[in-house]
């Protein structure tokens, strides 16, 4: 057992290492092609988008490695919300279908069975949500023609979620290995088998943690179905309810974004430099300071601020500590925080000090902004 413990974690070790260097190489690779005088408009796109999809496959790839250790160390918390399953399933269906099309994987139909009434269910969306993201992407690279389908149904006082491909199928001999920590069907012949073992491993960790259990059925040649069952703990059905998702994208085009007055408060110089070019791109007065010292300083010179931008771990004194300050002089100004810890632990933490909200590095545009649309302060 020892034995085989040893060379499971060897050959993990191998695979993150090619995992994280095949998309570093593109990144760094097609950066370097972009100062290129003699590219085209089209070509410097296409160079653009291999270097974002290889950014979002290095970014899902280090959040499995950190959220691996919190299950090892037993710090993988949960939260419990009311989740909407129809629009979740609708979402993700629209967000594959652009992946498909975007991939050039017309020859996959992507289908999916909701609920014909508006299902609630209280647990994680963000996990629940990842362990769907994780079999999809299994069920569209394992699958060179044919169909995806999945969904949620009811079934005998419990919630049967699923994931179904026609693809190349799993052999028995593997089903009961799936699930385990770093294990990986080795084929090298294959790039359909690259991949670091540890996906399948936190579905099932996170499935556990939310009282339920997972299972796969498959057979060479005729696909696979991974499914998985929930408790309906505090369920509730609704005819036709007003979509929040919706609601947060009216905000995010509300014009008077433009008008805000913003201090960014950040050590790292390039932090900054994007931050400031996101913002004044749309117009925004922007106000830099290099740590929370100033950045405290900056707010009681600028008192018409209408939002913060403050980062957590800086030399001297810290966000959490800028904050206090900033708060002692006014107690209703909005300050966001955004930082490279990533964990929901973080968050709550943040929460519960007085930010009025939480981002993670890399910031993402979209949620950028439509953080700031839900907390500026006018």
């Not at 084929?187 to 936190?202: D, R």
């Not at 005819?239 to 009216?250: C, L, R, Y």
Request: a negative charge.
């Amino acid at each position: 057992d020892a034995k085989k413990a040893d060379k499971l974690k060897s050959s993990f070790l191998t695979n993150m290492s090619h995992e994280i260097r095949t998309p570093l190489n593109a990144i760094v690779g097609f950066s370097n092609l972009l100062s290129d005088n003699d590219i085209g408009i089209e070509q410097k796109q296409r160079y653009i988008d291999i270097i974002n999809e290889s950014n979002d496959s290095l970014l899902r790839l280090i959040d499995d490695i950190i959220d691996v250790s919190l299950m090892e160390s037993k710090q993988l918390a949960l939260s419990d919300s009311d989740i909407n399953l129809s629009v979740m399933l609708k979402n993700l269906e629209e967000t594959y279908k652009l992946i498909l099309e975007e991939k050039d994987h017309e020859n996959i139909l992507l289908t999916v069975e909701k609920p014909s009434e508006h299902l609630y269910f209280l647990g994680d969306a963000t996990r629940l949500r990842q362990v769907f993201i994780n079999l999809l992407d299994n069920a569209i690279r394992f699958t060179q023609n044919g169909s995806v389908t999945f969904g949620v149904r009811e079934e005998n006082e419990q919630l049967v979620f699923f994931v179904k491909d026609t693809g190349v199928g799993i052999e028995k001999k593997y089903h009961d290995k799936l699930f385990n920590r770093f294990f990986k069907i080795e084929k090298s012949s294959s790039k359909l088998f690259s991949g670091t073992g540890i996906g399948l491993y936190l579905c099932k960790s996170i499935i556990n943690l939310m009282g339920g259990d997972i299972r796969v059925e498959s057979e060479p040649g005729y696909g696979s179905m991974f499914s998985f069952t929930l408790p309906k703990k505090a369920f509730h059905k609704q005819k036709d309810p007003k979509s929040k998702v919706e609601e947060h994208h009216k905000k995010v085009e509300k014009p008077y974004l433009k008008a805000l007055k913003i201090l960014v408060v950040e050590d790292h110089p390039e932090s900054r430099e994007y931050l400031n070019k996101l913002l004044t791109n749309e117009n925004m007065e922007v106000l830099q300071a290099f740590d929370g010292k100033s950045g405290v300083e900056m707010f009681k010179a600028n008192p018409d601020i209408n939002l913060i931008l403050m980062d957590l771990k800086m030399p001297g004194m810290n966000g959490y500590e800028a904050l206090d300050e900033i708060k002692k002089k006014n107690k209703y100004i909005p300050v966001i925080a955004q930082t490279a810890f990533a964990t929901e632990k973080d968050n709550d933490r943040c929460m519960k000090a007085g930010f009025a909200g939480y981002i993670s590095k890399p910031i993402n545009k979209e949620v950028l902004f439509r953080l700031i649309s839900e907390t500026a302060y006018f």
